[in-house]
Structures are given as structure tokens and as C-alpha cells.
Nanobody, 124 residues
Framework: VQLQASGGGLVQAGGSLRLSCAAS?????RAWFRQAPGKEREFVAA????????FYADSVKGRGTISKDDSKNTVYLQVNSLRPEDTAVYFC?????????????????????WGQGTLVTVSS
């Protein structure tokens, strides 16, 4: 599975952005993780095809929306009210064909496929 992430850039605090993650084939779940300078990579949001479910990290809950377009096999992450602490490289990740159990959805070690990162910089 190949993942193509796009949509990063420079945004002012308070603004919005939408990231896209297109996949070359079906994936049972797809997620966004991010890694800020000097920090470990962390879970942001995930969406599961089989079994349904949308999951968010507390850091973006209420500000972020993850969605999918089945016709394009693409997942989107919209984040509003951006803050400087949202500055990070955002990575798209995917599971295989077997739907993951909910308890693993936030664990980056359970994702088999990764796209290239896309940098989001939020200026204050």
C-alpha cells in the first residue's frame, strides 16, 4: 500500500488546514500522527472503515475532523483554530485489510504503512 499525503504548509494561528492522504488500495483504517521538533511522534486522529469509528487525540478534539471519501480512497484531516503547538510533521498511516480492534487504533506500532510526512507550521 502506498500512501500519499499532502496539504501541509504555513498557517497563521487561528487558521485552518486540511490534509489529504490518498492510498493505492483498500485499507481497513487510516490515521494521522504528528511529530513536533524534539518530540516523539503522537497520535492525532484515525478512522476505521470496517466496523466504523472515528477517534481523536485530546489535543485536537473539538478542533479536528477526520473524514474519508471512498470514491477517491482518500482520508482528510481538517484542523481548525490552529495553535503554534500544532506545528509538526504530519504523517498518514494505514492498517492492512483486517480491521483493527479499537484498543490498538492509537498505537503507531500497529500501523504497517506510512506515507511521507507533510510539514505544518503554525505562526503566532
Amino acid at each position: 500500500v502506498q500512501l500519499q499525503a499532502s496539504g501541509g504548509g504555513l498557517v497563521q494561528a487561528g487558521g485552518s488546514l486540511r490534509l489529504s492522504c490518498a492510498a493505492s488500495e483498500f485499507t481497513s483504517a487510516r490515521a494521522w500522527f504528528r511529530q513536533a521538533p524534539g518530540k516523539e511522534r503522537e497520535f492525532v486522529a484515525a478512522i476505521r472503515w470496517t466496523g466504523g469509528g472515528i477517534f481523536y487525540a485530546d489535543s485536537v478534539k473539538g478542533r479536528g475532523t477526520i473524514s474519508k471519501d471512498d470514491s477517491k480512497n482518500t482520508v482528510y484531516l481538517q484542523v481548525n483554530s490552529l495553535r503554534p503547538e500544532d506545528t509538526a510533521v504530519y504523517f498518514c498511516a494505514a492498517r492492512g485489510r483486517v480491521s483493527p480492534i479499537v484498543s490498538t487504533i492509537r498505537n503507531q506500532d500497529t500501523y504497517y504503512y506510512w506515507g511521507q510526512g507533510t510539514l505544518v507550521t503554525v505562526s503566532s
